[in-house]
């Protein structure tokens, strides 16, 4: 059974930093692509960023610059430093993990949330 558990969430002010953890287990496979996506009250779930186990990455536009995805393989663990936080950065934040085992299999954590003041 694959687990992601997140950490890190909170309450800040603008232009505060956060950075949020999320570790992946129970999987016999490596993933392939981990990442983060966020959803607001009353809106769609959409892409922060994402990394695959090669390094490469893809950003929303609004987190450009801000937000920096890393991933440390070894311990199958999504890391997202969050700078200069936004009040419409306040969302609850999901880990996101895939695998490709005959097919593309898609996990999600629980969702942590962020909450940023004006």
């Known amino acids: 059974q694959v687990q992601l558990v997140e950490s890190g969430g909170g309450l800040v002010q603008a232009g505060e930093s956060l950075r949020l953890s999320c570790a992946a287990s129970?999987?016999?496979?490596?993933?392939?692509?981990m990442g983060w996506y966020r959803q607001a009250p009353g809106m769609q779930r959409e892409l922060v960023a994402v990394?695959?186990?090669?390094?490469?990455?893809n950003y929303g536009d609004s987190v450009k610059g801000r937000f920096t995805i890393s991933r440390d393989n070894a311990k199958n663990t999504v890391y997202l430093q969050m700078n200069s936080l936004k009040p419409e950065d306040t969302a609850v934040y999901y880990c996101?993990?895939?695998?490709?085992?005959?097919?593309?299999?898609?996990?999600w954590g629980q969702g942590t949330q962020v909450t940023v003041s004006s």
């Open positions: 996101y993990a895939e695998t490709t085992v005959w097919r593309v299999w898609t996990y």
């Open positions: 129970g999987s016999m496979h490596s993933f392939n692509t």
């Open positions: 990394i695959t186990d090669g390094g490469n990455t």
